[in-house]
């Protein structure tokens, strides 16, 4: 009887290798990388108020995010950004910062104080940003359009007590109840009077009358208004919207038009009536 022939183990081990080097063989696609995810696409968004009063500041506020600066969900890169104002008329307006960088130390928001100039217009705020990596970036364009109105002014007069230095502090302002912007105070010496101006834009406001009102905050009693209280309420009127004589101009028109025809056709019948004599 044959004996049976058993293959050796360093025979077995060769015929592992050459069968693993032949798959690879028939699959050069087996030993590559998967490929990398592709970053999120880059997004953003500016944010801020729909009026502003001529010769004021507002803060508005750019977020933005994805893109190759992002990896895993984290800011691996760095997001730039460029900010401008367009409008008819530029003189003294003016957004700053005017540019700057994203990193994890600065993080969003980044806060935009715009300068609104002397003249009434709609102004929009131009915002490039470009999120990076090291080898490629992307670029997205913001804008948000406001309008600079002519505004209505609140004026009050602050009296410091005669006891002590009253610090830096703020008026708070409210509209209808309504938070609107406060006033920032210097420093007042005891007795010291201040005269404050707040610009606020109205324009949308239902007819009728409307509240303004100052609230001082963190005097600890040390400050009040020409009244002697914390709080001061302007009161204003908004007339309504004069009525539209469209229709009564049409009306006109046509009973004009009437008339004429009326006029000539009786005019015509006359010469007719002429003719026939």
Known sequence: MDATVRPSPVALTLALVLVTLATFAFAPNALAASPAAAPPPIAGSVTGPAQL??????????????????????????ITWNASLSGTNLTGSA?????????????????LVVTAGAIAEPLTLLVEVKSASSTVNQTLNLTRTFRVMIPYIVHATLVAGPNAVVLPFTVAVALDGTPVGTVSVPQLAPNATY??????????????YHTFTLSIADPHGLVTFSNGATVESTTFYVAPAPASNTVWYVAGIVALFGVLFIYGT???ARRRGSAQR
């Open 95 to 111: 957004v700053s910062p005017a540019s700057g960088k994203v990193t994890n130390s600065t993080g969003l928001p980044v806060k």
């Open 195 to 208: 005269y404050l101006a707040f610009r606020c834009p109205t324009s949308g406001l239902a007819s009728g």
């Open 53 to 78: 009063a001529t010769s004021s500041n507002a803060t508005f506020y750019l977020n933005a995010s994805g893109g190759p600066a992002y990896s895993g969900g984290k800011l691996t890169g760095t």
């Open 266 to 268: 009786r005019v015509a």
